[in-house]
């Protein structure tokens, strides 16, 4: 079920999602450029595919787990204006994912929309491999996200859950889309790696975002990331220091 919060004229719109996932890349990206944007919500779509709680926020109120579409008006006469779509959680079943995001797809036939840029993230240990990946059928679209700073895939893993789904299932709406992934070493948000990835959206969309809260984060979670690093070594050093009195090797889980 969808409900619609507003109804607006849109030009050439393009969309934009993001869902959680692998270091939650293409979540946080997505939620910071609705922040941004100033975006305001444009439709929700409920669904009994999620998880059966209710979610409560900071004021007490408490809400259904579901899709937010936000809308955004290009001030700039030549250029789209955006769809931005994210979701609270992912499908409980595979069933519950292809069935939600045919509704996506649906939702974004009725908007006219043309051109999809699905954000996410990637598990990638080589550092030879781009930070910033593009994956499409369409070459022009492909050749347009290299040129805004993204590299071409190499062949890998696929892509699960509702990201893997849009990208797939838009081939049978005759909608273009392309897959924007960020590069994680791990399942932690990587701020810099999502800054990259907001950096060719916006280069793609001719938009001009400010990254100094995203910046400001990312120095606090290095600062964080620095004390553990410490606290670490000062664990190590005190194991090596018991052995070396114990005269045993004394076992280390991580």
Same mark, same amino acid.
């Given at each position: 079920?969808?409900?619609?919060?507003? @109804?607006?004229?849109?030009?050439? $719109?393009?969309?934009?999602?993001?869902?959680?996932?692998?270091?939650?890349?293409?979540?946080?990206? #997505?939620?910071?450029?609705?922040?941004?944007?100033?975006?305001?919500?444009?439709?929700?779509?409920?669904?009994?595919? *999620?998880? $059966?709680?209710?979610?409560?926020?900071?004021?007490?109120? #408490?809400?259904?787990?579901?899709?937010?579409?936000?809308?955004?008006?290009?001030?700039?006469? &030549?250029?789209?204006?955006?769809?931005?779509?994210?979701?609270?959680?992912? /499908?409980?079943?595979?069933?519950?994912?292809? %069935?939600?995001?045919?509704? #996506?797809? &649906?939702?974004?036939?009725?908007?006219? #929309?043309?051109?999809?840029?699905?954000?996410?993230?990637?598990?990638?240990?080589?550092?030879?491999?781009?930070?910033?990946?593009?994956?499409?059928?369409?070459?022009?679209?492909?050749?347009? +996200?290299?040129?805004?700073? /993204?590299? $071409?895939?190499?062949?890998?893993? $696929?892509?699960?859950?509702?990201?893997?789904?849009?990208?797939?299932?838009?081939? *049978?709406?005759?909608?273009?889309?392309?897959? +924007?992934?960020?590069?994680?070493?791990?399942?932690?948000?990587?701020?810099?790696?999502?800054?990259?990835?907001? !950096?060719?959206?916006?280069?793609?969309?001719?938009?001009?975002?400010?990254?100094?809260?995203?910046?400001? &984060?990312?120095?606090?979670?290095?600062?964080?990331?620095?004390?553990?690093? /410490?606290?670490?070594? !000062?664990? &190590?050093?005190?194991?090596?220091? @018991?052995?070396?009195? %114990?005269?045993?090797?004394?076992?280390?889980?991580?």
């Amino acid at each position: 079920m969808i409900h619609e919060q507003a @109804r607006v004229s849109l030009r050439a $719109p393009v969309l934009v999602s993001g869902f959680p996932g692998l270091g939650s890349t293409g979540k946080i990206a #997505i939620t910071y450029l609705i922040n941004q944007l100033s975006a305001p919500k444009l439709a929700t779509l409920f669904s009994p595919f *999620f998880p $059966p709680h209710v979610l409560i926020d900071a004021g007490g109120k #408490i809400r259904l787990p579901s899709v937010q579409f936000y809308s955004w008006q290009n001030t700039q006469s &030549e250029q789209s204006d955006l769809i931005l779509v994210t979701s609270d959680c992912q /499908a409980e079943s595979y069933v519950g994912q292809y %069935e939600i995001v045919t509704k #996506i797809l &649906e939702y974004a036939q009725a908007q006219k #929309i043309e051109t999809i840029i699905a954000l996410g993230g990637f598990r990638a240990a080589v550092q030879s491999i781009p930070s910033v990946i593009c994956l499409s059928s369409n070459s022009h679209l492909q050749k347009t +996200l290299f040129a805004a700073g /993204a590299q $071409p895939s190499p062949a890998g893993n $696929p892509i699960v859950g509702m990201t893997g789904l849009l990208i797939g299932l838009s081939e *049978f709406s005759k909608i273009n889309i392309a897959g +924007l992934l960020g590069k994680i070493e791990g399942y932690v948000p990587d701020l810099h790696i999502i800054q990259n990835l907001l !950096e060719v959206v916006a280069t793609f969309l001719h938009l001009e975002l400010d990254y100094s809260a995203l910046q400001t &984060e990312l120095q606090r979670s290095q600062g964080v990331c620095q004390h553990i690093d /410490a606290f670490q070594q !000062e664990i &190590e050093t005190m194991l090596k220091e @018991r052995a070396e009195i %114990e005269g045993d090797a004394v076992p280390y889980i991580s």
